[in-house]
């Protein structure tokens, strides 16, 4: 039930783009993204509640397909700020509760 | 506004002792989770609480480990006779509705 995310690795040159993939065997209720630098804690980026829904932070955007329980994100012209790893977070409606499961994440390396 | 906080930082343990991790979530938060996270790894889920209550504990290994959230005071994580294989990063989250915002977290190191 734990999201997969694909790539596992990205490099880019600062300027470039890439795309993040985050998938689910399971109906979603949200899709939320977070990015972790080596040694600190995860940073909420964003959540998409609805299906098809699309969100965006700065140069940093999201879409959510609800169908097909994916989830994209976008980084555009990327900056060497936005090196570190990249976790998608899927929440599930269970009866009494629902539950949450992060994707095993992706590294992002942003080189000058 | 103070984000989440997480006490100790940093924790050393001698095997066979006990670790208590505390965090106290965000003004206005209700809903604590505990995660582990192994060098170079991905966030384990261990725990899902609200005060007073434990809603989710399907990730927290059935002996050693306990977690509380009291009606007054932070949520606490209980490792009782650690072991090596401890050793990792705890950390919290809190969220009042639906997005989770991480504490700093705790390294544990069990000696």
């Known amino acids: 039930q734990q999201p997969v995310q694909s790539p596992q690795a990205v490099i880019l040159r600062e300027g470039e783009d890439a795309v993040i993939n985050c998938s689910s065997s399971?109906?979603?209720?949200?899709v939320h993204w977070y990015r972790q630098k080596h040694g600190e804690a995860p940073v909420f980026l964003m959540i998409?509640?609805?299906?098809?829904e699309q969100k965006g932070h700065e140069k940093i955007s999201a879409s959510f397909n609800e169908k097909k329980q994916q989830s994209s994100l976008y980084l555009t012209a990327s900056q060497l700020s936005y090196s570190g790893t990249y976790f998608c977070?899927?929440?599930?409606?269970?009866?009494?509760?629902?539950?949450?499961?992060f994707g095993s994440g992706t590294k992002l390396n942003v080189k000058p | 506004n103070a984000g989440v906080m997480q006490n100790p930082r940093h924790l050393v343990r001698r095997r066979g002792q006990e670790a208590r991790l505390r965090c106290s979530p965000m003004?206005?938060?209700?809903?604590v989770y505990w995660y582990r996270q192994l060098p170079e790894e991905g966030l384990k889920f261990m725990v899902y609480?609200?005060?007073?209550?434990?809603?989710?504990e399907s990730g927290m290994p059935k002996e050693r480990f306990s977690a509380e959230f009291p009606k007054e005071g932070p949520s606490i994580l209980r490792i009782q006779q650690v072991v090596r294989g401890d050793s990792a990063a705890y950390f919290c989250?809190?969220?009042?509705?639906?997005?989770?915002?991480f504490g700093p977290g705790t390294r544990l190191t069990v000696l």
């Open positions: 609480l609200q005060k007073e209550n434990i809603i989710d």
């Open positions: 977070g899927t929440e599930i409606d269970l009866d009494n509760f629902n539950k949450f499961y």
């Open positions: 003004k206005g938060h209700s809903h």
């Open positions: 399971k109906a979603l209720y949200s």
């Open positions: 989250a809190s969220s009042g509705r639906n997005e989770q915002f």
């Open positions: 998409l509640l609805k299906g098809g």
